[in-house]
T-cell receptor, first 113, second 111 residues
Framework: DVKVTQSSRYLVKRTGEKVFLECVQD?????MFWYRQDPGLGLRLIYF???????EKGDIPEGYSVSREKKERFSLILESASTNQTSMYLC????????????FGNGTRLTVT | LAKTTQPISMDSYEGQEVNITCSHN???????ITWYQQFPSQGPRFIIQ???TKVTNEVASLFIPADRKSSTLSLPRVSLSDTAVYYC????????????FGTGTLLAVQP
């Protein structure tokens, strides 16, 4: 069974801090994604990556960056956290073939105070 | 990119069949339609996927009309444990990795 692990379940950070959210998958998937989820807005794509060191912007990349130095790990970085980045963050991965389903982690609930 | 539209919420009772419809008017030839289920405090999980006509698995059925501009997820005889958010996703088969979700449908099943 595919396992996507997000390093923290809950995080509380202060405004202006640099925040790292880590995601690791164990199935050698090429594609990895970061979404944020807010009430009434569903899942919104922040960034995705289809290979090591490759990244593409999603719909809401502002205020975020990503890093993919190894195939199994995809990091989301908040350079200077703000209160409007308080949210649930979900990582997902999938193999690089047509229509393969996404496998999600259980999320990191980030609160920025 | 195809945008999906779903009802925000639906109510049902245990034992009923529930149908959730998703509109995707701009679906392209290569797009597949995938549905996910999400429980509180968990990530979404794959339920079913289809391209046209009807697909059935042990969990649900997916109906896709000939024009493919909508799809209907059918859950037979729901139970309280089916209370969740259901997302429809239109997947550009291989052309891009940018997978965009809609806002989802909150299904509340009552006893």
């Amino acid at each position: 069974d595919v396992k996507v692990t997000q390093s923290s379940r809950y995080l509380v950070k202060r405004t202006g801090e640099k925040v790292f959210l880590e995601c690791v998958q164990d199935m050698d998937h090429e594609n990895m994604f970061w979404y944020r989820q807010d009430p009434g807005l569903g899942l919104r794509l922040i960034y995705f990556s289809y290979d090591v060191k490759m990244k593409e912007k999603g719909d809401i990349p502002e205020g975020y960056s990503v890093s993919r130095e190894k195939k199994e790990r995809f990091s989301l970085i908040l350079e200077s956290a703000s209160t409007n980045q308080t949210s649930m963050y979900l990582c997902a991965s999938t193999v690089y073939r047509n229509n393969s389903p996404l496998h999600f982690g259980n999320g990191t609930r980030l609160t920025v105070t | 990119l195809a945008k999906t539209t779903q009802p925000i919420s639906m109510d049902s009772y245990e034992g009923q069949e529930v149908n959730i419809t998703c509109s995707h008017n701009n679906i392209a030839t290569n797009d597949y339609i995938t549905w996910y289920q999400q429980f509180p405090s968990q990530g979404p999980r794959f339920i079913i996927q289809g391209y046209k006509t009807k697909v059935t698995n042990e969990v649900a059925s997916l109906f896709i009309p000939a024009d493919r501009k909508s799809s209907t997820l059918s859950l037979p005889r729901v139970s309280l444990s089916d209370t969740a958010v259901y997302y429809c996703l239109v997947d550009l088969g291989g052309a891009t990795n940018k997978l965009i979700f809609g806002t989802g449908t909150l299904l509340a099943v009552q006893p």
